[in-house]
């Protein structure tokens, strides 16, 4: 009797600011396709987001760095019985980056990736998201807690007024300043010229933290012509692009991708 093939895996990786929870409606669907579907917490980021921001600025949040993060994705990973198919959404993308550069995974979807180092693109929009964010000149022991004005402008424009509101108050943590500006450090650092599994970068046409001219910048950095790079923008999606009303569209534009690679048929790891 011929043996059941194993489900192929898929890791979500949350981003910054957030909760894992960002991932509650792409899980299901990916699931309903046949896929094994996890997306860990950050460490000390499995809690909702209201219970978080109670512990804002002392939250041990604070204390992760950029490789706390990898380690702890690098590490499920590792216990995983096949590679998995990795799909991160801004910082998330960073880290399907670096994962692809480990040559831990069978393929990645960056969803507005925050960059690797040495990636720019002139854009005020950008500029104007991003400085914030870094908290510079305040301590990096305390946490940075985004305000309402402050998600409106640079995650949530263009959606209307209450989703704005309900996805704040669900999904909004507060983050540590040490991760954000090691996305700036030697520690991001990518070899865009080895050789890596296919890599999709999704682009929002509205996305003013991440926009579309950054992640198109950063695809372009890639220089392996063996390998699979793709590059696509998703006209009228913010950085909140997850849970806007276009998610099930942009998920099937990914699970399209995957299957046309085959991607799903993974080797065990060994």
Not at 29 to 36: H, L, P
Not at 88 to 106: K, M, P, R, T
Not at 136 to 146: A, G, N, V, Y
Not at 167 to 181: C, D, G, Q, T, W
Request: one cysteine or more; charged letters at 15%.
């Amino acid at each position: 009797m011929k043996s059941k093939r194993p489900a192929p895996i898929i890791v979500f990786i949350t981003g910054a600011f957030v909760t894992h929870n960002c991932w509650d409606q792409w899980k299901p669907f990916f699931e309903s396709q046949g896929y094994a579907c996890y997306a860990p917490a950050w460490p000390h980021k499995d809690a909702p987001a209201a219970v978080l921001r109670s512990q804002h600025p002392h939250s041990p949040i604070a204390q992760n760095g950029l490789q706390d993060v990898l380690k702890l994705y690098s590490d499920f990973i590792a216990q995983l019985p096949a590679k998995p198919i990795v799909i991160g959404h801004s910082y998330g993308g960073l880290i399907v980056q670096l994962l692809l550069q480990q040559d831990s995974v069978a393929a990645g979807v960056a969803i507005e990736s925050a960059p690797p180092l040495g990636v720019v693109a002139l854009s005020w929009s950008l500029v104007r998201s991003v400085l914030p964010m870094l908290g510079l000149f305040s301590s990096t022991k305390t946490t940075f807690l985004p305000s309402f004005s402050q998600w409106q402008n640079a995650i949530a424009n263009g959606l209307p007024l209450t989703d704005q509101e309900a996805f704040y108050e669900r999904l909004l943590a507060p983050e540590s300043k040490k991760v954000i500006r090691e996305a700036l450090s030697l520690r991001a650092r990518v070899d865009f010229r080895r050789p890596h599994a296919p890599l999709l970068f999704l682009a929002g046409g509205t996305d003013r933290i991440m926009p579309a001219v950054l992640n198109h910048a950063n695809f372009q950095r890639y220089r392996h012509a063996q390998s699979v790079t793709d590059y696509h923008e998703l006209p009228g999606r913010c950085h909140a692009m997850l849970g806007q009303s276009t998610w099930r569209e942009d998920a099937a534009f990914v699970l399209r991708w995957l299957s046309e690679l085959k991607v799903a048929a993974v080797a065990p790891q060994t």
